[in-house]
């Protein structure tokens, strides 16, 4: 036996050094080539690193929420043979500098089907053993199971994993299901227990997604004066026009929801406010005005929220503006997004869909100078040439770099799209 010392590759793009978020194995488990063994967050892009070699995992480096460089070891296994390091058992030293495997690190790998399990009548297989998670720590599942769970109901966190690590693959799944668990919570029955008193705590660490998105928040808030401007808007019109580009789209078309509307809406305002489509450096007290108009789309996913872009906006016409939308957004929910979908931004539009509410304070997408936050619609009563009536109504909240966008100009910009989505007409013209 031997020993392979495996460093965190390089994963392209410039990077440097990953944290890691999650690791899918543990000391002692047996692993196959190309089997997912780490999480790495790098710049809003989340990695997994597949296992180099078959063997058993003898030491893992570094922690959830650890800096790992690249180029340095971060797993060894025990392997038949020699291994790469002139180490034979668990305890010798490895040596610095290892051969390294090449690996397409970027690439997510595909799960391997898992083995085929069989039963019979006399020798029913037995469900697999619920792994113990550390408080804090999520069920290990690729995408697709996740997606399966959600849709049927069902709490991973329930869910026995037979993969390295307790990774829950399909077959433990549609053994849970087989179980009937589907549509099982962890939500405690109404009655008597229900009025138990509670007195236990949970500390979830800040990593990975949730660590990057707390610092951009920060930096955002701390740095940037931000202003907040508020309107509501009469959608009657669009919502008629709406209603009528869907039962007559072309075949294969998305439904139009609000939100192509107000992406051509913002590019026929943001070019007569040429102020608010732009990116400000505040080191070097430069602003950088954009023709392009490339659109952030904040997007609300299971690993935290990202912010896919849809770039060129301004050369679209409604239904390519739905379609590439839809793209991006789609890949970012699957984590399949790339690092350039989710960059180059210039300017960001927030949604909180069904939630709706009132009014909100977006925060401003740094280096941004401007977010538009849109929330739900919903029929109000309203007064119209001196009569009540029943209009359908759409609430705007938007926030601005006060340092560089006057309270003038955010206003306007706001009162342009206003106009023109109560006018939906003038969108086209």
């Not at 669009?238 to 590019?267: C, D, W």
Request: net charge negative.
């Amino acid at each position: 036996m031997g020993i392979f010392a495996f460093k965190l590759p390089d994963i392209g793009e410039g990077v440097v050094e990953g944290e890691v978020v999650e690791w899918m194995v543990s000391v002692g488990d047996t692993v196959k080539e190309d089997d997912p063994i780490l999480s790495v967050m790098t710049d809003k892009a989340t990695v997994e690193i597949p296992s180099p070699v078959d063997g058993k995992v003898s030491k893992i480096i570094g922690e959830p929420g650890d800096i790992l460089p690249v180029g340095e070891v971060c797993i060894e296994f025990e392997v038949e043979g020699d291994g790469n390091t002139t180490a034979k058992t668990e305890e010798a030293n490895p040596v610095e500098e290892t051969a390294q495997p090449a690996v397409e690190a970027s690439t997510i790998p595909v799960e391997k089907p898992p083995e085929p399990i069989v039963e019979t009548p006399s020798e029913p297989v037995a469900p697999a053993t619920p792994v113990a998670r550390a408080a804090g720590t999520k069920a290990l599942a690729s995408p697709a199971v996740r997606q399966r769970a959600r849709e049927a109901n069902i709490d991973l966190q329930l869910v026995a994993g037979s993969g390295p690590g307790g990774r829950i693959s399909h077959a433990d799944l549609d053994r849970h299901i087989a179980g009937g668990a589907a549509g099982a919570t962890s939500f405690a029955p109404v009655g008597a227990s229900a009025k138990t008193k509670l007195t236990g705590t949970e500390e979830v660490k800040v990593i990975g997604l949730r660590r990057k998105i707390a610092d951009s928040m920060m930096a955002s808030y701390s740095t940037i004066a931000h202003f907040s401007y508020f309107e509501e808007v009469d959608i009657t019109a669009l919502e008629e026009l709406r209603q009528h580009l869907n039962s007559t789209r072309p075949e294969g078309a998305p439904k139009l929801t609000y939100l192509p509307f107000i992406m051509q809406a913002l590019v026929k305002a943001l070019r007569e406010s040429p102020e608010c489509n732009a990116l400000f450096d505040d080191e070097a007290n430069v602003v950088t005005r954009h023709q392009a108009v490339h659109l952030g789309i904040a997007t609300q996913t299971d690993r935290g929220l990202y912010v896919p872009v849809v770039k060129h906006v301004e050369a679209m016409d409604i239904w390519q503006s739905a379609v590439e939308m839809v793209r991006v957004t789609s890949a970012t929910r699957e984590g399949k997004a790339s690092a350039e979908e989710l960059t180059g931004s210039t300017f960001t539009i927030t949604s909180l869909g069904r939630l709706g509410g009132l009014g909100a304070t977006p925060i401003i997408n740094k280096p941004e100078v401007g977010i538009l936050g849109v929330h739900n619609a919903k029929e109000r009563a309203v007064v119209r040439n001196g009569q009540i009536v029943i209009r359908r109504m759409m609430n705007l909240s938007s926030s601005w770099d006060h340092r560089v966008v006057d309270g003038h100009d955010g206003a306007t910009l706001v009162q342009k799209v206003k106009t023109l989505l109560e006018n939906p007409a003038t969108i086209f013209m």
